[in-house]
T-cell receptor, first 112, second 114 residues
Framework: DAKTTQPPSMDCAEGRAANLPCNHS???????VYWYRQIHSQGPQYIIH???NNETNEMASLIITEDRKSSTLILPHATLRDTAVYYC?????????????FGSGTQLTVLP | DAGVTQSPTHLIKTRGQQVTLRCSPK?????VSWYQQALGQGPQFIFQ???????QRGNFPDRFSGHQFPNYSSELNVNALLLGDSALYLC?????????????FGPGTRLTVT
């Protein structure tokens, strides 16, 4: 699985959009970009994933650059409950059963 | 649906002892994965079980072993505990299907080895 690089921490004002970047310059054509988050004292939670097209669901949007070397997770209206560690993961296959390789993630703090 | 459940919530053991952690997957799921998360780090994959067989394994010693039961629940066993085994142990369940994309995590078991 390709390696990812994320900033260790970010702050965001409540109600504003949170844009979390991820660099995956060695991504292969068959590798997907996944995002999970982990709120303190809880297990990780799936947010969204994509291959090359931008994706949106009820939680967030995922923007993948055309060359697929980087992506941005967007939380459109961040709330205090979005404070968490966000993990960007790149792996082959959209199937859920393959192991997840977590890095250190980005600690997002939403400020009131 | 209770989601993924794990027991116990917390556990304190002494070096050299053995421990068993338990996991019940989300209803309808057939695959269980275990992860170890040391303080301040991301979760690290230990192994995965499907149809009562170990299907994948991460870079963990043989002291870590597991089991999956016919009802898909799973146990993680760690023998000869070391101080470095102190961590949050997470269980995740999923479906072994290419169309299934999400792993559901439990709240974890916090193991402290003294």
């Amino acid at each position: 699985d390709a390696k990812t690089t994320q900033p260790p921490s970010m702050d965001c004002a409540e109600g504003r959009a949170a844009n979390l970047p991820c660099n995956h310059s060695t991504i292969s054509g068959n590798e997907y970009v996944y995002w999970y988050r982990q709120i303190h004292s809880q297990g990780p939670q799936y947010i969204i994933h994509g291959l090359k097209n931008n994706e949106t669901n009820e939680m967030a949007s995922l923007i993948i650059t055309e060359d697929r070397k980087s992506s941005t997770l967007i939380l459109p209206h961040a709330t205090l409950r979005d404070t968490a560690v966000y993990y960007c993961i790149v792996r082959v296959s959209s199937g859920s059963a393959r192991q997840l390789t977590f890095g250190s993630g980005t600690q997002l703090t939403v400020l009131p | 649906d209770a989601g993924v459940t794990q027991s116990p919530t917390h556990l304190i053991k002494t070096r050299g002892q053995q421990v068993t952690l338990r996991c019940s997957p989300k209803s309808g799921h057939d695959t269980v994965s275990w992860y170890q998360q040391a303080l301040g780090q991301g979760p690290q994959f230990i192994f995965q079980y499907y149809e009562e067989e170990e299907r994948q394994r991460g870079n963990f010693p043989d002291r870590f072993s597991g089991h999956q039961f016919p009802n898909y629940s799973s146990e993680l066993n760690v023998n000869a505990l070391l101080l470095g085994d102190s961590a949050l142990y997470l269980c995740a369940s999923s479906l072994l299907s290419p169309s299934a994309y999400e792993q559901y995590f439990g709240p974890g078991t916090r193991l402290t080895v003294t």
